[in-house]
């Protein structure tokens, strides 16, 4: 399977789009059990490769974290044209890309699910010497360094982690590590929407595990303290690591972003009759 490919669900009344934005060196297919989930309660959902991921690996050297909220930006506002209402929610990356469409279009965006959200890497699987994480980021080190991906790959699920190691390796759903580049540009975005917190005033659910190995639950607490919704929910796992959406609690986190959309359309929908 290609690693460029969309994830797109439509249905064919509906007036309600969910906008989906995967995590660093991942691909739509993280999002397409939640996606499908989604879309057989009624909304049309999109997820695309974030610029520098997809099939041409070399690219995520060169991405910058501008490109990342350009295409989200776009995106938004493409959909905003043809929806009542348009939600965003994603992973990791993706939910700090989230939170900034949200500070941009605050008034437009319907509601944000940010899950796993990664602003400060700090999770209990870094290493011993991410401590010279910052001299590598900032020296051209970081343009010659990967950081393995290795167990448990964000899953506490045995099994499930086994079935994704195996799809890693075989480079089918997403790199098999983490440029220091892309880290960079993690870093330098999640400093930018740290900074703009404060301009925050959508509804939006955080959704984050308290045993994350790549980003611990600061990240979730700093956005639930800074921002200025007031409708706000902040939900912390207790049987899952970083990939929330395939570990023991998915379930969980597939009905509760469900309800959150559900709460918070200007529209109700009616669930579509599968087949």
């Known amino acids: 399977m290609a690693l460029d490919f969309k994830l797109i669900h439509k249905n064919s009344d509906t007036k309600c789009a969910v906008l989906l934005f995967h995590g660093l060196t991942g691909s739509p297919f993280e ?18 490769c974030l610029p520098g991921h997809g099939d041409k690996f070399d690219e995520i050297y060169t991405v910058k974290y501008q490109d990342w909220l350009k295409f989200a930006y776009k995106k938004f506002e493409f959909l ?20 900034g469409v ?3 279009y605050k008034n437009e ?19 011993w010497y991410s401590f010279l994480m910052p001299v590598a980021l900032s020296t051209l080190i970081r343009f010659y360094y990967s950081y393995p991906e290795c167990e448990p790959h964000g899953i506490k699920n045995e099994k499930v982690r086994s079935i994704i190691k ?7 759903v997403g790199m098999n590590d983490f440029p220091m580049t892309g880290i960079y540009e993690l870093v330098k975005l999640s400093s930018k929407v740290r900074k703009y917190l404060s301009e925050f005033t959508c509804p939006i659910l955080l959704i984050h595990s308290k045993e994350d190995d790549l980003t611990s639950t600061k990240s979730a607490e700093t956005v639930y303290s800074k921002i200025k919704s007031q409708d706000k929910e902040k939900v912390i796992l207790n049987n899952s690591y970083h990939m929330v959406l395939y570990d023991n609690e998915k379930d969980f986190v ?15 929908y009616e669930v579509p009759v599968c087949c």
Do not use: M
């Open 254 to 268: 597939y009905e509760k972003s469900a309800e959150f959309i559900k709460q918070h359309t200007s529209i109700q």
């Open 102 to 104: 949200g500070i941009k």
């Open 109 to 127: 965006v319907a509601g944000v699910i940010s899950l796993s959200t990664t602003l400060f890497l700090d999770g209990w699987r870094l290493p």
């Open 31 to 48: 999002l397409k059990k939640y996606g499908t989930f989604l879309y057989n309660n009624g909304y049309d959902v999109y997820a695309d």
């Open 166 to 172: 195996k799809l890693l390796e075989k480079g089918d």
């Open 80 to 99: 905003k044209e043809k929806y009542d209402d348009v939600f965003v929610s994603g992973l990791c990356l993706g939910a700090v890309i989230a939170l």
